[in-house]
């Protein structure tokens, strides 16, 4: 009786270790995957650091937009999801911006996030190839409400965006 009590301890315990293996090793896989998959008509994200975007944005005399989003964050979902993928955003932020993405979770966010002074998330930064701030806005926003965020937007006195 002893034994068959000391075999279904241990047999739960090795259960209980395979679960939790298994769950640690799903949070893992979905919290290293910080960038944001672009798709075929929206904005496509650079993939490479926030350093290397900013080198970009100095070659081409472009702005940069940054989105600072989390992971926990459901309207940061909402325009990953709806808004990002739009043919019409698309248009404009990859023409007129070198378009950059930061999960302020991780090691680069945290910076971007004591350096631009975030409070919440999704924030939405518009910045000079200098790293100067030209516009910073949070929250969810529209298809309307991004475009509109890139009109009348200067950069050394010339237009971002008609």
Not at 51 to 57: F, Q, R, T
């Amino acid at each position: 009786m002893r034994k068959i009590i000391n075999l279904s301890l241990i047999s739960a315990a090795v259960l209980l270790l395979i679960v939790i293996t298994i769950l640690v090793a799903a949070c893992n896989s979905s919290a290293g995957d910080s960038k944001i998959a672009d798709s075929k008509d929206g904005i496509h994200f650079f993939t490479g650091t926030l350093d290397e975007a900013v080198a970009l944005s100095k070659k081409e005399n472009k702005p940069i937009f940054l989105l600072a989003h989390a992971s926990y964050c459901s309207s940061c979902e909402k325009m990953i999801s709806n808004i990002f993928p739009l043919k019409k955003v698309g248009d404009v932020f990859n023409k007129k911006f070198i378009n950059a993405q930061v999960d302020i979770e991780s090691e680069e966010g945290v910076k971007v996030v004591k350096d631009y002074e975030i409070t919440g998330t999704p924030t939405l930064l518009f910045l000079t190839p200098d790293g100067q701030v030209i516009n910073k806005t949070s929250g969810y926003q529209s298809q309307q409400e991004l475009l509109a965020l890139t009109r009348g937007m200067k950069v050394e006195g010339k237009p971002v965006s008609e």
